[in-house]
């Protein structure tokens, strides 16, 4: 499993709640129905170091391997509708893919 994380800065003049509600609703529903997707959070950032570098947003997507989720991201309807939605809320992303390591077994997120 591989997991792609997104870091998302909001566009310019645009509210944090109005970015949350558009990130987590209409881009989300592009993105559920991505092929091969097998897992999707949204992190909200409450406060970054240094403050002038702060994200707005940390996203998480499983696949099953990175070659899967480059076939999704490159997927028509998908890498159209992505993009296009993406210049509703967004002025920046940067994204890495990684592999997990546990160490100490986070709480369950309810």
């Excluded at 499993?1 to 970015?19: A, N, T, V």
């Excluded at 920046?92 to 077994?105: D, L, R, S, Y």
Aim: proline share 5%; net charge neutral.
């Amino acid at each position: 499993m591989i997991k792609r994380i997104s870091f998302l800065r909001r566009k310019e003049g645009m509210s944090q709640e109005d970015f949350f509600a558009h990130w987590t609703g209409p881009h989300a529903d592009i993105v559920r129905q991505m092929p091969g997707l097998r897992g999707l959070r949204f992190g909200r950032v409450q406060s970054w170091t240094p403050a002038e570098d702060a994200w707005d947003g940390v996203g998480e997507i499983w696949f099953d391997s990175v070659e899967d989720a480059l076939k999704a991201f490159a997927t028509e309807p998908f890498k159209s509708l992505l993009a296009e939605d993406r210049k509703k809320f967004t002025r920046e992303i940067q994204a890495c893919f990684v592999t997990e390591q546990t160490a100490v077994q986070p709480p369950a997120i309810g």
